[in-house]
């Protein structure tokens, strides 16, 4: 049985109709779980769900009806005249490339349904067929609902791979029937209900110089803060590392009140409280609270206790405690929005792979920053040279990755000029879990293309995409203390104007995250602007790992994973008895550990059964 989000934290969801005949029974069905529904200009229904106040908005001109549902200020005037104007779905491609925020987009148009979410995987959008109607949701766990489906054990076994599982397996639900768009495309469902992605999206040339794309991301970041804080008196912020500084000086900027809010590390080395110190005393606008490292809960601390009942593993899980512990006091104060940085890393440190490209047409530039780089790392000599040099396709990568699942890990010092970081399986995994991913990878990469055609710009959507997903989960989370999270830099407009810059601007040994800094001269204090370190967090897991090792061990009993033949219980025991190898980075044990949470929630989870 399928666990359907009923409770108050996911109280959010939506599942969207073709205009047809055929949905009679999923309606009828809906209706018992739905608290809001609106109708198709046939009279048909169209959107049910539960969804909050004020985050959907609805145009509608003639056989024309224009939905847009999350972080957004589009106007159901503007709505309508967009609706009055658009006689196909595809006439709606201008509408979405000038929304500003994070939303959804669906339309109904004489008959016709478009679905899309957003660039990253924030706002995602699932799809299945039930009856003879594809029907859309933005939950995968809801459509599984419809479905009474099971879990896919062997797309299960895919989110063991560390350090993430290879586009395009990585969104792909874990759900038997459920399917998911990829990156740049929308679902098209026609009068007949049947559904076909279309792509719509791809990323920019990435050709502008930094003296104008500074001033462009600056614009595009300022908008997507200030769409959140508009008519609000109170927001709340993380103020930790120059991503998150960015975003709060903003916030600043508008007529709300600031709550910013800084966790201090248990690492010695953590800087960030300093840091926000010297941005808040700059910018004398914003009420900062420091959170003492031991006051944070432990990495792992209350895994056994978790109850979120998510659509897929969810990697913030292995955490829950530590990741409320901000929303939870920002909520107390009032503030009913939080912004971070989440993807600020993604996005403004972006990916060494840039150099592939480079080097074909700027060598002398490119071995430049290839030198800095490999001081850096440092990065392996004939390692370097050789993915340099290579020219296989994304498909050829992705093959030999499926061949390699249990290899030594690739050393630190490994150069990241490819299509990105081989996975691995950790030595839990069973051999029929190995094979079942090796299928799985060699069967996809047959027909597969990455997400850009240059390295660079694939690993760092692809990296957006992995990180986003989570980032969607951990807003689900906050939603229990009554606050949305935001992340302004996962936002559509944000993204593209990130990515237009021209990499050798952007991704440099030589300067800290510079597309960031020239944006915000004159709105982050200066001072701030030359930080160049970041708190990566590995202190706690280690720590964590250590304190939490009793709730580790409690999950090895009776293991759900090895119930279904994934995972030797006895090799992870002993794994979890004692300090990780050298070889076997914490990410190995976050997937297993999340993965085993998941399917534990499913089973308390209160079940639904269609009508």
């Given at each position: 049985?399928?666990?359907?989000?009923?409770?108050e934290?996911?109280?959010?969801?939506?599942v969207?109709?073709?205009?047809?005949?055929?949905?009679?029974?999923?309606?009828?069905?809906?209706?018992?779980?739905?608290?809001?529904?609106?109708?198709?200009?046939s009279?048909?229904p169209?959107?049910?769900?539960?969804?909050?106040?004020?985050i959907?908005t609805?145009?509608?001109?003639?056989?024309?009806?224009?939905?847009?549902?999350?972080?957004?200020?589009?106007?159901?005037?503007?709505?309508?005249?967009?609706?009055?104007?658009?006689?196909?779905?595809?006439?709606?491609?201008e509408?979405?490339?000038?929304?500003?925020?994070?939303?959804?987009?669906?339309?109904?148009?004489?008959?016709?349904?478009?679905?899309?979410?957003g660039?990253?995987g924030?706002?995602?959008?699932?799809?299945?067929?039930?009856?003879?109607?594809?029907?859309?949701?933005d939950?995968?766990?809801?459509?599984?609902?419809?479905?009474?489906?099971?879990?896919?054990?062997?797309?299960?076994a895919?989110?063991?791979l560390?350090?993430?599982?290879?586009?395009?397996?990585?969104?792909a639900p874990?759900?038997?029937?459920?399917?998911a768009?990829?990156?740049?495309?929308?679902?098209?469902?026609?009068?007949d209900?049947?559904?076909?992605?279309?792509?719509w999206?791809?990323?920019?040339?990435?050709?502008?110089?930094?003296?104008?794309?500074?001033?462009?991301?600056?614009?595009?970041?300022?908008?997507?803060?200030?769409?959140?804080?508009?008519?609000?008196?109170?927001?709340?912020?993380?103020?930790?590392?120059?991503?998150?500084?960015?975003v709060?000086?903003?916030?600043?900027?508008?007529?709300?009140?600031?709550?910013?809010?800084?966790a201090?590390?248990?690492?010695?080395?953590?800087?960030?409280?300093?840091w926000?110190?010297?941005?808040?005393?700059?910018?004398?606008?914003?009420?900062?609270?420091?959170?003492?490292?031991?006051?944070?809960?432990?990495?792992?601390?209350?895994?056994?206790?978790?109850?979120?009942?998510?659509?897929?593993?969810?990697?913030a899980?292995?955490?829950?405690?530590?990741?409320?512990?901000?929303?939870?006091?920002a909520?107390?104060?009032?503030?009913?929005?939080?912004?971070?940085?989440?993807?600020?890393?993604?996005?403004?440190?972006g990916?060494?792979?840039?150099?592939?490209t480079?080097?074909?047409?700027?060598?002398?530039?490119?071995?430049?920053?290839?030198?800095?780089?490999?001081?850096?790392?440092?990065?392996?000599?004939?390692?370097?040279?050789?993915?340099?040099?290579d020219?296989?396709?994304?498909?050829?990568?992705?093959?030999?990755?499926?061949?390699?699942?249990?290899?030594?890990?690739?050393?630190?010092?490994?150069?990241a000029?490819d299509?990105?970081?081989?996975?691995?399986?950790?030595?839990?995994?069973?051999?029929?879990?190995v094979?079942?991913?090796?299928?799985?990878?060699?069967?996809?990469a047959?027909?597969?293309?990455?997400?850009?055609?240059?390295?660079?710009?694939?690993?760092?959507?692809?990296?957006?995409?992995?990180?986003s997903?989570?980032?969607?989960?951990?807003?689900q989370?906050?939603?229990?203390?009554?606050?949305?999270?935001?992340?302004?830099?996962?936002?559509?407009?944000?993204?593209?104007?990130?990515?237009?810059?021209?990499?050798?601007?952007?991704?440099t040994?030589?300067?800290?995250?510079?597309?960031?800094?020239?944006?915000?001269?004159?709105?982050?204090?200066?001072?701030?602007?030359?930080?160049?370190?970041?708190?990566?967090g590995?202190?706690?897991?280690?720590?964590?790992?250590?304190?939490?090792?009793?709730?580790?061990?409690?999950l090895?009993?009776d293991?759900?994973?090895?119930r279904?033949?994934?995972?030797?219980?006895?090799?992870?025991?002993?794994?979890?008895s004692?300090?990780?190898?050298?070889?076997?980075?914490?990410?190995?044990?976050?997937?297993?550990?999340?993965?085993?949470?998941?399917?534990r929630?499913?089973?308390?989870?209160?079940?639904?059964?269609?009508?």
């Amino acid at each position: 049985m399928v666990g359907f989000p009923d409770s108050e934290g996911a109280r959010d969801w939506f599942v969207v109709l073709p205009d047809c005949a055929s949905t009679v029974r999923i309606s009828a069905a809906l209706r018992r779980r739905a608290l809001q529904e609106v109708i198709h200009p046939s009279g048909r229904p169209w959107l049910l769900g539960r969804w909050s106040s004020g985050i959907m908005t609805v145009g509608e001109a003639g056989q024309v009806k224009i939905a847009v549902v999350g972080e957004h200020a589009v106007t159901a005037d503007r709505l309508t005249t967009a609706a009055d104007r658009t006689h196909t779905v595809a006439g709606l491609d201008e509408l979405a490339r000038g929304m500003v925020g994070s939303a959804h987009l669906v339309a109904s148009v004489s008959g016709r349904v478009r679905v899309q979410g957003g660039v990253s995987g924030v706002r995602r959008v699932f799809h299945a067929r039930i009856g003879d109607a594809t029907v859309a949701s933005d939950r995968a766990d809801v459509l599984a609902g419809l479905l009474d489906a099971e879990v896919d054990e062997q797309r299960l076994a895919v989110r063991l791979l560390n350090p993430f599982p290879p586009h395009p397996l990585a969104g792909a639900p874990v759900w038997r029937g459920v399917s998911a768009l990829q990156t740049g495309h929308y679902l098209a469902l026609d009068a007949d209900g049947l559904g076909r992605p279309v792509a719509w999206w791809a990323p920019p040339e990435p050709v502008v110089p930094m003296a104008e794309g500074a001033p462009a991301f600056r614009d595009a970041l300022s908008a997507a803060v200030e769409v959140r804080v508009r008519g609000r008196d109170l927001v709340s912020c993380d103020l930790g590392g120059l991503d998150s500084t960015s975003v709060c000086a903003l916030a600043a900027r508008g007529g709300a009140k600031v709550v910013a809010y800084t966790a201090d590390g248990l690492d010695p080395l953590c800087d960030d409280v300093t840091w926000a110190r010297r941005t808040v005393a700059g910018l004398r606008q914003v009420d900062h609270h420091i959170i003492a490292g031991d006051q944070l809960p432990m990495v792992y601390e209350g895994i056994r206790d978790a109850d979120d009942l998510f659509d897929e593993p969810c990697p913030a899980a292995m955490h829950p405690s530590r990741c409320l512990v901000i929303p939870r006091l920002a909520a107390t104060l009032g503030s009913t929005l939080h912004l971070t940085g989440f993807g600020g890393d993604e996005l403004l440190a972006g990916s060494p792979a840039h150099l592939h490209t480079l080097m074909r047409a700027q060598p002398m530039t490119a071995m430049r920053n290839v030198r800095g780089f490999a001081a850096q790392g440092p990065w392996l000599y004939r390692e370097t040279l050789r993915q340099l040099w290579d020219n296989s396709a994304y498909r050829a990568w992705l093959t030999r990755a499926g061949d390699r699942l249990t290899a030594v890990p690739p050393p630190l010092e490994t150069p990241a000029l490819d299509w990105g970081t081989p996975p691995r399986l950790p030595p839990w995994a069973t051999p029929d879990a190995v094979e079942a991913v090796r299928e799985l990878i060699r069967s996809t990469a047959r027909t597969t293309e990455p997400l850009a055609e240059r390295r660079g710009q694939h690993v760092e959507l692809e990296a957006m995409g992995s990180n986003s997903r989570m980032f969607r989960q951990v807003g689900q989370m906050a939603a229990h203390a009554g606050l949305t999270l935001a992340a302004p830099y996962y936002d559509d407009r944000v993204i593209e104007a990130g990515l237009a810059v021209r990499p050798q601007d952007r991704v440099t040994p030589w300067r800290y995250k510079p597309l960031i800094v020239e944006a915000m001269r004159g709105i982050v204090p200066d001072g701030s602007l030359t930080r160049r370190t970041k708190d990566e967090g590995s202190y706690e897991a280690e720590v964590g790992m250590r304190e939490q090792r009793a709730e580790l061990l409690a999950l090895c009993e009776d293991s759900r994973l090895a119930r279904l033949g994934l995972i030797d219980a006895d090799v992870l025991r002993e794994t979890c008895s004692r300090p990780l190898s050298p070889t076997l980075p914490f990410d190995a044990l976050y997937q297993t550990v999340v993965c085993e949470m998941w399917l534990r929630t499913l089973e308390t989870a209160t079940t639904y059964v269609p009508g």
